[in-house]
Structure formats: structure tokens, C-alpha cells
């Protein structure tokens, strides 16, 4: 590109023919604009060119034909606003840009620019006046650069750090719930025991009936924690490997029950599916959870599909995910979520609904289901036309257990030998051991580990170590079952927890019993922790 002489109109002269000063300053003078044109010609990642007053486009450099996808013989006279989009033109985007170039001397943008091909590309451009010695404006420079690559990557980035932030605020969310819920367990424990303790006493036909009242408001609190401890993902879990495609079939009544009869229900699931391992009591109420938010959200009707297939996810995938699993996919034609609520939706107690029409902690089950199962839960809207929630559960390896049909237990008859409990809290504690003692069994006490150790070592007649797990102190009942099993290895423990990181760990060791339990439940835990000692993997209630 050598300098440049106005022609006639302000036109700009593109030509190499500028008449000669002296031929010395003239020869050093081409050398110097054809030096000049060869570096703008071997600019490629900027697109480098001139205009004329007008907005026509003068020159043309490889980076321009790269960026813009025309050769020179195809845009030289062509007016410069063809690079705009269809909005920006109607808009008066490239005169604007003109004007505030020819007043403020420079202007500078960024926004879509449009190719010979149509696609759309994210640039930087920057137009620049170019006048001469007296201040008449000869035209305009402009230069081009392709930002769509660092756009998008900037836009991942922010999207992953959107993404880890709502991680972090639902783990943090998940810590309080799930201490909460622990802490919710011991007082339903206490409830639960003094109404049974109560119900064995029981005569007059209304004292009956209040405590059938209050066993049934206990049982929807254990519901409610059990759905907050899925969500904070501290509830131990049994996973099973799960034909999906079987199991989805037998929750078809569930969930057309669920549905009600405005609802179709359609299955779609791929005849080649995974195997799954997850928790069936879990699955199953996630996807009742769904399913009435979907049944909700469609209150003259629709159809909720329910479609499952394998999908890979390569290194590098959403939040890290990589692997095999099965997305399984639940659409509903309701009126969608709105884009501001989105981001909450996993939230404990959270609830668009009306007041009455929900606990708001569907969808955190559904959550804490998908996250303790290895997998996770994704969803899709468009306000006004439906949702789709999709769970992606990995792919198992393992083989399908044959299912087990156990017979109904029977009530455990009446027990006999003495129960060390170790139990910090001490309402817990009497309820415990009342119910231990309406099972006939003699009970001595410990207020801790420490004291527990020193009862064993002092009495040699304790036929059960019947300790909660989550206790203060530098040993808490996982550890002291541990010790235990080194210092007397005979000696059986069974374990209780409402809450506990180390449930998952100690359920490979010991039995353990969830609170709330109720009396047949602790009686089975107790014969078989006594029968058995310790059984890898054992898990009683």
C-alpha cells in the first residue's frame, strides 16, 4: 500500500503512479511505500484496509480476504457496511461509525461482522480518519481483527466459573443442611421412642389416637430429612446394579399414579442400555420428584417422556465428567422456568409453587441423588414451551446380583445380656435405652468413647457395643468400634447415625442403624449385630 493522493471527489488514488519529486527523494520514496504495502500485505490476522469519504472500500489486504472471505476483485468499490449484519445496517450502524470517525478522529467497536458466506463472526474494528496537511479528510484506515475464538473462550470461562460458583454455594448449602438434618434425626429419635414407649402403655382409644398423630407428623420429618440428606450427600446410600430399562418399566404405575390422568406418560428407552448402580429407593423417588414438578408445571394436561440412552462423554467434557453413562431424559410441554429462578432451583426449600403445593425439595433430592451416585443433573427450558430434566447416571461394570426375596421377619422375641450404649446426647440416650429395656435387654451406659473403653476393660460381660457415630471429641463411634475390633476382637458393635461422612466407610465394617429407628428395627439390628459380630458391608434399617 503506498501513500495515497485525493482524486477529483476526495477519491482516494490507489495507483502506484504518484508524480515524482526529484529522482533521488522519488526512488526512496517507492522503495519505502512498496516496503510499507509488502509488510500490510503480509498481515493476516488483521484485516487492513482503506476507505474512501463515502464508506467504498479502496484496498485490500490478505488478512481482510481471510477474515472477510471476499478477494479484492470482488469488495474494492464496494460500500464497507456490507461487513455489517442485516440489524446494524437498518440501524444506521456503518454511517454512525463513519461520523463519529470523521468528528472524533478515531472510533472503535466491537460486535457480529458478517462473511461473503453469511457466518457470523465476533470482531474488533477500529476506523481511523485519515486527513492531509491541511485537515481535509482524504478517507478512512481500518482495521479488522477476528475475536470469535477468544470470545467463546472467554465465555467458557465465564460459564465454568458460573458453574463452580453454584457448586460451591449448593456444597456449602449442603454442609449446613446436612448438619441440620443430623442434628433434626436426634429429635425425632426422642419423639419417635417416647411414643412407642408411650403406645405399649396406652389404653383410653383417644390417647391412641394422638399418638398414631404424632408417630405420623415423625415419619413426614424423617421423609424431610431423608430428602435433605440425599441433598447434602450424607446419607448412605445402597447402590445395587440396576437394569434401567426393567426398572423403568416397573415404576410405570408409580408413576402414572403420580401423573394423574391429564398426564400421558411415554417411554422411550434404547434397547441396548447400560447397567447402572445406584440406590432403587433413591431413583425411584427422584423420579417422582420429576414427575410432579412436570405434572405441575402442565395443569391442562401434556405428556411427560421419559427417554434413556448411552451416552460417552470424552476427557476434558461438563464439569470434568468423562466416561461412559445413561442420560435419562424427562421432557414435559409445562410452562417452563424462568430464566432468573434457574439458577436456584436446586436449592433446599426453594419453591416457585404456591404455598401448600410443596416442600421445595424435589429437586434437591434429585440433585444430591444424581452427585452421591457419581453422575449428574442437567436442565433444559424454554419459558412457555416445557422442560427437560436429565440425570446422567455412569455406566456400571459390575454384574447384576440376582434379586433377593427375603420373608417377612418376624418381631424379635425378647432379648437377653447387657448393652454397653455409648450416646453423647443424653435425651437420645434414655429413649435408647428405654427401648432397649422394653426389648429386655440390661443396659450400662457410657458418655463417651473414652468411658466406653474403661467399661469393657472393667466388665467382661457386654454381649453388644451399641454406639452413635457422630460424636465430639478426638474419637468419634467409627473410631471407637475400630479400637474395639483391635483391642477385643470378639467383642460385636453395631452402629447408629442420623448423619455421618464416615457412614459409607463404616457400613463396610460394621452393621449400622439409621435413625430414627423404631422398636422392631432396633430389636432385628441388635440380634443380628449379636449373631453375627461383624459383617463386611452389613447395614441394619
Sequence with gaps: MSCRRVLGEGRIDTSDNAPPADNARGGGLRDSERTFRLLVQSVTDYAIFLLDPDGTVATWNEGAARIKGYRESEILGENFSVFYTPEDRASGAPAAALRRAREQGRFESEGWRVRKDGERVWALAVIDAVRDESGALLGFAKITRDMTERRDAQLKLQRAQEQLAQAQKLEAIGQLTGGVAHDFNNLLMIVTGQAQLMRLRAKDPRDVRALDAIEQAASSGANLTR??????????????????????????????????????????????????????????????????????????????????????????????????????????????????????????????????????????????????????????????????????LPRSHSQRAPADREPPQPSPPRGTGTILLVEDNADVAQVSALLLEQLGYKIARARDPRHALEVLASCGDVSLVFTDIVMPGDMDGLALARTIRRRFPEQPVLLTTGYSNAADRAGCEFPILRKPYDIDALGMAVRIAQAGGRRNGASAG
Design 227 to 392: 430428602q435433605l440428606l440425599t441433598f447434602a450427600r450424607r446419607r448412605p446410600v445402597s447402590s445395587v446394579v440396576i437394569d434401567l430399562a426393567e426398572k423403568l418399566e416397573s415404576f410405570r404405575n408409580l408413576l402414572t399414579s403420580s401423573l394423574g390422568a391429564s398426564v400421558a406418560l411415554d417411554l422411550d428407552v434404547a434397547s441396548d442400555l447400560w447397567p447402572v448402580e445406584a440406590d432403587v429407593s433413591e431413583l425411584e423417588l427422584a423420579l417422582v420428584n420429576i414427575a410432579i414438578n412436570a405434572r405441575d408445571a402442565m395443569p391442562k394436561g401434556g405428556v411427560l417422556r421419559i427417554k434413556a440412552r448411552n451416552v460417552s462423554i470424552g476427557y476434558g467434557g461438563p464439569d470434568s465428567m468423562s466416561g461412559d453413562f445413561v442420560a435419562l431424559s424427562l421432557s414435559d410441554s409445562g410452562t417452563g422456568i424462568c430464566e432468573d429462578v434457574l439458577p436456584r432451583v436446586f436449592e433446599p426449600f426453594f419453591s416457585t409453587k404456591a404455598a401448600g403445593k410443596g416442600t421445595g425439595l424435589g429437586l434437591s433430592q434429585v440433585y444430591g441423588f444424581a452427585r452421591q451416585s457419581g453422575g449428574d443433573v442437567r436442565i433444559a427450558t424454554t419459558l412457555g414451551q416445557g422442560t427437560t430434566v436429565t440425570l446422567r
